[in-house]
């Protein structure tokens, strides 16, 4: 992939309007991987210019079907200008207080999942320990019947 990404990179290189980029998440980029939740490698982000929030590219990873998406990121001419019309009418009270308000939702299913998580976690932590006492109470008795089987001949 990392061919495909480069021959991507040079193809898009000097458009004013998007940018491709990779970032080592092993090195000093990590703490801007976390704040993003790149947890596995690779993985693409796609950002809409002055926008915090990411999307995650879930589609082929070879140079055809990358320069594709790259070629449909971008206002979607109608619908963004009505949407960003509607937005600007706003008082700047009221859509930070949007912004707020969705971002807070945002946070608040993240906190959950992750609460979910850790309760799983606990849960198969604790589900493991009769599992390993029974195989550890077995285990003798298993090697003494295959010890006690004929070998074929």
Not at 25 to 34: E, F, N, S, V, W
Not at 46 to 64: I, K, P, Q, W
Not at 91 to 116: D, M, T, V, Y
Request: hydrophobic fraction near 35%; glycine fraction near 6%.
């Amino acid at each position: 992939m990392k061919h495909d990404w480069d021959r991507l990179a040079t193809a898009f290189e000097g458009d004013p309007k998007l940018l491709i980029a990779d970032i080592d998440c092993t090195a000093a980029g990590k703490p801007l991987c976390g704040r993003f939740n790149v947890n596995g490698f690779p993985t693409i982000k796609t950002f809409t210019a002055g926008d915090a929030m990411s999307e995650t590219y879930n589609g082929g990873r070879d140079f055809l079907s990358l320069k594709r998406h790259a070629e449909s990121l971008g206002p979607k001419a109608e619908a963004r200008s009505q949407e960003l019309a509607n937005y600007a009418a706003m008082s700047p009270e009221r859509r930070q207080g949007l912004i707020n308000k969705l971002e807070s939702a945002l946070k608040k299913e993240f906190k959950r999942h992750f609460e979910l998580e850790k309760m799983w976690q606990k849960k198969s932590a604790e589900e493991i320990k009769p599992l390993e006492a029974l195989k550890k109470k077995l285990k003798h008795q298993i090697k003494v019947l295959q010890m006690a089987t004929p070998k074929a001949s």
